[in-house]
Nanobody
Framework: VRLVESGGGLVQAGGSLTLSCEASGNTFDMDDMSWYRQVSGKERELVATATTDGRGIDYSDAVRGRFTISRDIDKNTLTLQMTNLKPEDTGTYYC?????????????????WGPGTLVTVSS
């Protein structure tokens, strides 16, 4: 499975951006998909998660009420609509997916990542 993000850019505080992630390859083995973000020098943090059927949704406290995650199972895409952006939302945003891979006689989930897309929010 390969993930590619798009939609990052520069926006003023209070503005909006929509990020997209397109999955390709053997997507039948994909499980939950998530958005993470990372600021230079800090750990990568979970922003939002959507379960396999797209119905189970969760957000970090920092973005709840401002960001909306959605998943299109048929198109293998994951979207993050970001509104009321704040300077502290600045960072590189990564799309991630759990993919079930063979592990001997069984399978185990492996987390894969896209290359990331940069979001910059100016004050």
């Amino acid at each position: 499975v390969r993930l590619v993000e798009s939609g990052g850019g520069l926006v003023q505080a209070g503005g909006s951006l929509t990020l997209s992630c397109e999955a390709s390859g053997n997507t039948f083995d994909m499980d939950d998909m998530s958005w993470y973000r990372q600021v230079s020098g800090k750990e990568r943090e979970l922003v939002a998660t959507a379960t396999t059927d797209g119905r189970g949704i969760d957000y970090s406290d920092a973005v709840r009420g401002r960001f909306t995650i959605s998943r299109d199972i048929d198109k293998n895409t994951l979207t993050l609509q970001m509104t009321n952006l704040k300077p502290e939302d600045t960072g590189t945003y990564y799309c991630s997916a759990e993919v079930w891979r063979p592990a001997g006689a069984t399978r185990k989930p492996v987390q894969i990542w896209g290359p990331g897309t940069l979001v910059t929010v100016s004050s």
